[in-house]
């Protein structure tokens, strides 16, 4: 400011601050601006005006949450032209003026009459205006201030994500990074202690440990196993006033999981188990199941099952069923309980995925040995044959024995055997079965050219369990014996030519025989002795070249005819 000498001194307002930093009274002291004058060649003098060290120009403190009965001192408006005497009227405007902040025009002191929160509004802008109370004219331009609200610790820190929930491996490393939590406080940071944040440990420990500084969750143990325990829930403290005796403080959960891996090998639960089959179990079927337990989960819990060595090792397979685990036996060749009453089965179960971090901890597979048991079961007879081929000539007395079945009992009480043929059949009608024996007869007459063949059924039942059948097929060839004449194939009308020379073939004729080939050709023709002799004609067998029995009829005489049917076409005579 610079003012001549011959002039008064311009007014000046000035603010002063009274910065409370500690919690109790509030109280003021007189606050002198001292000036230093300079003088110039001009004759002017330039005035320095400095406020008292401490204070800040043009900004005031208050105090938020102030809960006292009477309104909070903020501080003073002054005027270097007021003379004490009431003439300079001081107006506040901004914010909060005449709501918040009062000021007493005459004096410019300035108080606060509500309690405010820093956390809602840190500082208000307002206006401070010196004016002549008897003109009401400005005794100086309008100066800005600003009242900042001064930060108490009165907000806790937060956790705004909490609860926490976290997953960790089983068996890490001590050290193991978790989980960074983060907690904030809603205090002025840049004073104080009010917002720095300390963590602590409320709950779970000694298996977890944090950062004090960054909140980082760390695996406080070696080897922490699932398979022992679980779940945790860790509780995390955050403190303010840097941990502090009178800070606040906030706490969080966090739910921390181990999960599995792969430390655990299978184990059966016995080391001789015992199993057992009937003898009539269908080859492909399962026939029992078998399990390791595996402590682990998911797919580390994942095995195969396989048989590794006994004497069932061709009679049994074993597969492994994926949702179950278990190890299913299914059966590959049939069971005779006569023949082989057990097996003994070494089984082994052995994990799939495995982790060569812990391969130390043992192989991943275990064995145990398994018997089987064959179970008796009472059988239905067994034919001796699977089926049977018999013969017998035609023409046979009725009673005329066709052959023998035999069935036998497989089961050891090795009861009676009893045959029987149903007759549903026709041709089962001409046949008859001995019950105790198996012997089959004829009960009708055969023959050969009508029926060459019969295929009959013969069933056999216990006697003490008649509802076990055994059915066989036998299969009967008739065989032939000599009962049929030869026939002429047909009727013949033969013509001859009139000019047809001596021994000319006028005619071939053949027959057939219904018995077998055996018992049929070849055949001798001749002319029948009972009946006149005709001087004219002859009969040859055709012994050398005919591939069927056949006669030739020759001429006798040269011109020589025999009763026709129609004249032929014959050739002239030369």
Request: charge should be negative.
């Amino acid at each position: 400011m610079r003012i001549t000498s011959t002039s008064c001194i311009c007014p000046v307002l000035v603010c002063l601050c009274f910065v409370q930093r500690c919690y109790g009274t509030a109280h003021h002291s007189s606050i002198k601006v001292t000036r230093n004058q300079t003088k110039h060649t001009e004759g002017e003098t330039e005035v320095h005006h400095r406020p008292k060290r401490g204070w800040v120009w043009n900004q005031f403190f208050v105090l938020e949450e102030h809960m006292g009965p009477d309104p909070q001192y903020v501080g003073k408006l002054h005027s270097n032209s007021d003379k004490g005497d009431g003439s300079v009227k001081y107006i506040l405007t901004g914010e909060g003026a005449g709501t918040i902040f009062i000021i007493d025009d005459t004096t410019g002191d300035i108080h606060s009459t509500k309690s405010l929160d820093r956390e809602q509004k840190t500082h208000y802008v307002l206006h401070a205006q010196a004016i002549d109370r008897r003109t009401n004219k400005p005794l100086e331009p309008e100066s800005e201030f600003i009242i900042k609200v001064q930060d108490i610790n009165d907000n806790a820190p937060k956790f705004t994500d909490g609860p926490y929930i976290v997953t960790v491996p089983e068996m890490s490393d001590m050290g193991t990074s978790v989980l960074q939590v983060t907690a904030t406080d809603a205090d002025d940071p840049t004073y104080g202690n009010s917002a720095r944040v300390v963590y602590s440990i409320l709950q779970g420990q000694p298996y977890f440990s944090v950062d004090p500084k960054t909140g980082v969750i760390r695996t406080a143990l070696h080897n922490m196993d699932r398979e022992a325990r679980e779940h945790y829930s860790v509780v995390i403290q955050a403190k303010d006033m840097a941990g502090q005796v009178g800070g606040l403080s906030g706490s969080t959960t966090v739910n921390i999981t181990l999960t599995d891996v792969n430390d655990n090998p299978p184990r059966f639960p016995q080391k001789h188990y015992q199993l057992y089959v009937p003898e009539s179990a269908q080859v492909g079927s399962a026939v029992g199941k078998i399990k390791a337990n595996d402590a682990d989960t998911g797919s580390n819990a994942d095995m195969t099952y396989s048989i590794t060595n006994g004497d069932g090792i061709g009679v049994f397979s074993i597969s492994t069923d994926k949702d179950t685990r278990e190890g299913i036996l299914s059966l590959k060749k049939p069971l005779n309980y006569e023949k082989k009453k057990s097996y003994t089965l070494n089984i082994e179960g052995a994990n799939t995925h495995l982790d060569f971090r812990f391969s130390h901890l043992g192989p991943f597979k275990d064995a145990t040995m398994l018997k089987v048991i064959v179970g008796d079961v009472d059988e239905p007879p067994l034919f001796s044959m699977p089926s049977y081929v018999m013969e017998v000539y035609e023409n046979a007395k009725i009673g005329t024995i066709v052959g023998t079945v035999l069935a036998q009992d497989p089961d050891s009480a090795n009861s009676l055997v009893r045959y029987f043929i149903n007759h549903r059949t026709e041709e089962e009608r001409f046949f008859n079965i001995d019950a105790n024996t198996g012997t089959i007869k004829t009960s009708k007459v055969l023959d050969r050219e009508e029926t060459p063949w019969y295929n009959i059924t013969v069933t056999a039942s216990e006697n003490d369990n008649p509802d076990l059948l055994s059915h066989v097929s036998v299969g009967i060839r008739v065989l032939d014996v000599n009962d049929n004449p030869p026939e002429l194939a047909r009727e013949y009308d033969i013509v001859v030519c009139e000019n047809s020379k001596p021994g000319q073939v006028i005619h071939t004729i053949t027959a057939t025989d219904k018995d077998d080939f055996a018992n049929g050709p070849r055949f001798n023709f001749f002319l029948d002795e009972r009946l006149p002799m005709n001087p004219n004609f002859t009969l040859k067998d055709n012994e050398a070249a005919a591939p069927s029995p056949s006669g030739f009829v020759h001429a006798r005489e040269m011109g020589a005819c025999g009763p026709a049917m129609q004249k032929p076409s014959c050739p002239p005579l030369v």
